[in-house]
């Protein structure tokens, strides 16, 4: 019975802090949207100076290597669809080329 109790004040505790969490993270949120309607060239540069930071790893992680699909990928296997004709233009071709440059 007593575990119980411990577990139920936990939880009780938990649910508090949570609460609090959710309201604090809707403030930043709040705080960033007004910033970005403000700025939003600021903003713009930010987001793209994220993403050509955060893009490479992510093209790596999906297997987009800098002499094709690394074996056992998500790309690998994206590239067994196309049975060996990747069609040029394709959204495939675009990530391989971007993994070609930047890995």
Not at 68 to 73: K, L, N, R, V
Request: contains cysteine.
């Amino acid at each position: 019975m007593r575990l119980f109790k411990i577990i139920l004040d936990c939880l009780c505790i938990g649910q508090e802090m949570m609460k609090f969490a959710y309201r604090k993270a809707a403030q930043v949120v709040a705080a960033v949207w007004g910033l970005a309607k403000e700025h939003p060239w600021f903003s713009a540069l930010v987001v793209l100076g994220i993403l050509v930071i955060v893009a490479p790893w992510v093209i790596k992680l999906l297997g987009f290597g800098a002499l094709g699909p690394i074996q056992g990928t998500v790309a690998a296997g994206w590239q067994s669809i196309f049975a060996g004709h990747v069609p040029a233009g394709s959204l495939f071709s675009f990530f391989q080329g971007l993994g070609m440059v930047w890995i």
